[in-house]
């Protein structure tokens, strides 16, 4: 029984059912936030130590996010928080109505930091509805690109996002103390990536100047040329389009992607050992870090990377195909796993808009799935946007962000979701190069000029800060042993004579046609939810990582996990004068997530005169 | 002349600025132009920032996704240069399109914010980024449009839109002129090619410092040495076209335009200069040009991966000329895949495959063929 807080139920056969007996089966609780807002606003007037902490935008991030909140200085104490996405776009109305086959390349500029799987998550959305099944070389074959993006996009991040924060220069400003302790630190994976110290490392993660930030630049383009070899150009692929790939693929295109996804073998090795060893170095210095950005493990993940012999984008079998993905679709709760059925991942999911820009919707056409599974009117196939800029409130409206929970439950998403589920759940297909124990993954990369090593990532006790970037540096192997198994499926396909890419496919002038697409994000769960109403888009709704991580309250008072994650952050930093305060703890917390947030809003226009139903997505690149 | 290249040969590279810096505003963006930036390898990003490409000023950049300062520390810069006060030359970079904040403000709020000023109740407020761009643009050395956002107004200004987004040429209009007396410039693309966003920094940085000449630009602003051919011609399958051959599905080999391509009417060099680091390149993999950097686009390219209309009449002009040349061509190349001995012995000894003889006909043709080619100049080994 998956749901505690929905009215689902399952019958002995599995079936889902509504609740009987509740007069309103989706209410919920509605909290004021008025008194908490008095509460601090006394205490602001009257303690100088405790004050508004605000950045806006909080950079090192994609897109525009700003937070707030409000810190006693004294105590070294958040005491509240608000996440704000500060920019909407309006995509989802521009999609109502166009031609479907217009929906990977429109949805695909909601976010230009993880260029294509928009497109990729449009194209599943657009098979499932349209029955469309692409052959066997064109899943492989997208396997593969959108593991190469994660190539790109998981250095960006730790190295030129995150990585600042941890360099040398930023620490001898905000924690002088750690330096000579780093200095006197050995580094334990010094064979594979060569330095001595922990403040030797440090050094090279200073922005533009340090080795390991501008080696990391230069691998993402790496990651890039493999990319662009399928995928045209990077971001908004050209070739991604429902049916498969819009791709020509030559030995020369094989060869090409091969010589560049090696590189990440011997790299794999260096960013793990790097990262094993600043981190443990500030978890073992102060033990006091391991709040940093500290949540339950409650999270959730649309799973990636099909098999050629289970997709086919049916709803009927969605469940089946889901679970045989090389990640691992589903739900945590508090690092338990509750579910790894697409079905059930799709139906506990709700927004509520009732601390942002929009209007409430009304109206509840999808009462049920196509397995009679129930859906609340908050589910994005129910959902209408209906943005109404305003000014900002704490008590009341403050982002153009929703609040999206599963079960009503906000959740948390992330690359390391997918590793987390992944070996959680040990659903994933045998492999030569990953093994899931249930408790860590163990990821065997071959020998390039490093000998072939087995890495394993092993899930921790504490889901903070640091634990968020270790595991997306640990995504990086995994992504690249994907890459790699696909790429060995590809020569096996073209051996024996599979050589389509892509199937037609016609858009059908009548009838309704639903589906969804559940593709992972470089920072994880992604989903487009379509409505075909005869030939046409009549309903588009996007949720990316960043919409369910930068979310605001939920109507019945419950933070949103950059709030959450930053309210138990302690403050470390040292420093004389609240003047002097940076913030470091704060923005390594919210950086851990590695927001993005372009995708986080997007709207629909529902009519002509400005109705719009919105579309969530769940990175920065939304807010239009 | 002799002068000018006497200097040439004389003294340090001239180095007028040392530093310029460069302000990043996105508006209605997906940072896929940041993106695109990053990619780019002639000149790369690092080069510019780290001041290493001689001659070019080292580039000072206050932008949200590589700043090492948040909140009001990374927007304090913002306020000068706003102000005319920043005591250095700069340039305005802007990603994304321009929302009509007009519009958001009748219900008191916005659509797209960068940094914060106090209300009357000395709450925090966004500014809309718009209002940036217009302060700023006044004490501008140039203002610099990029990706389709920015430069035509893009997906965002797409039929239907809510936020009646636009370009930054439609909120500085037409009068505008930067310190350098420019117009707006425009590098278009939906994600531009990174280098084409680089290499026209590092273009207007070498002019700055008197090393290059004022790059050129057309109507709309486009670097004119970057956009004046459409990307058909560049095009690794124009030979297709011409040979009248077309892809029937996606992932054939052939011209893609029977399966949606719009190049022969697109302004675009991606084919020639692939997407990152010369990989790449839409039509090059196989992938229907949608004409993302043109003003029309996404509406006038829509339905996307529908044959469009204008290609009917061509592409069945070059199955029909294609074919009679394709056939002569074959011939030739029928030819040109023998050397002199191996027509002298009369025998391809290739363990291949059996390689036919020609027949009379084709010796025909080729003798009368050499004799064109050789009609006024000796033929090798003939003397
Ligand atoms: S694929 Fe497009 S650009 Fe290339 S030859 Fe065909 S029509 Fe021209
Ligand atoms: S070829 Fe077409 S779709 Fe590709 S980048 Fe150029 S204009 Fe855009």
Redesign the pocket.
Known sequence: MCFKNLPIAFDDEGNAYLKEGLKDPYEHKVVDLGEEQEVLKGLLERNGFIRNIDYDPVTRVAGALAFHSVVDLEKKKVLSTNSMATLFRGYEVILKGRDPRDAAYISSRACGVCGGVHATTAALAIEMALDIKPPPLGIVMRNILLAIEYLYDHPLHLFLLAGPDYSEELVRETNPELIDKAAETKAKNKDVHGYDTVLDIMKDLNPLKGKLYLEALSMTRVAREAYVLIGGKYPHPQSVVPGGLSVTVTASVLNEVYSRLIKFFDYSQKVTGIWDDVFDFFLESNPEYAKCGIRPATMMDTGVWDRPDHYDASFANCDKWGEARWSTPGVLVDGEVVTTKLTELNAGIEEFVEHSYYEKWDGHRFKEDANGMPLSPNHPWNKETIPKPGKQSWKDRYSWDTAPTWDRMPMEAGAYTRMYMTAKAQKAPASKFLENTGTSMKIKVPKHFLPEKTLEWKIPEHWNAFERNRARAYCIPYSAMVAMENWLLAMDLIKNGETKVSVPYEIPKKGTHIGFGAWGAGRGFLTHHLIVENGVIENYQIITPSTLNAAPRTPWGEMGPYEEAVLNTPILEKFDKPEDYKGIDILRAIRSFDPCMPCTTHIMAKDSDHMVTREVTTCACGVE | MTQSLANHFQGPIPNVFDEVHAFWIAGGSCDGCSIATVGATSPSVENLLNGTIPGAAKVILHHPVLAVNAGEAFIEPFRLAAKGELGAPFVVLCEGSIMDESLAAETGGYWSGLGADEDENGDPQPIPSSSWVTRMSVHAAAVIAVGTCATWGGVPAAANNPTNAASVMDLLGEDYRSILGLPVVNIPGCAPQGDNITETIAAVLLFLNGLAPLPEFDELGRPQWLFDET??RG?T??G??EEGTFAEEHGDKE???EIG?W??VVQCNINKRGAINNAGGC?NVGA??IGCTMPGFPDSFAPFYKTPPGTMVSSNISRVTGTVIRNLREMSMGNLNRTTKWDKDGHVPSGWGHVKEPNLVKKVVKYAYQKMQFSDSPKPGSK
């Open positions: 990307v058909h095009c399958r124009a297709f076209y011209c893609l335009v391509c190049g022969p039509m229907p040009c």
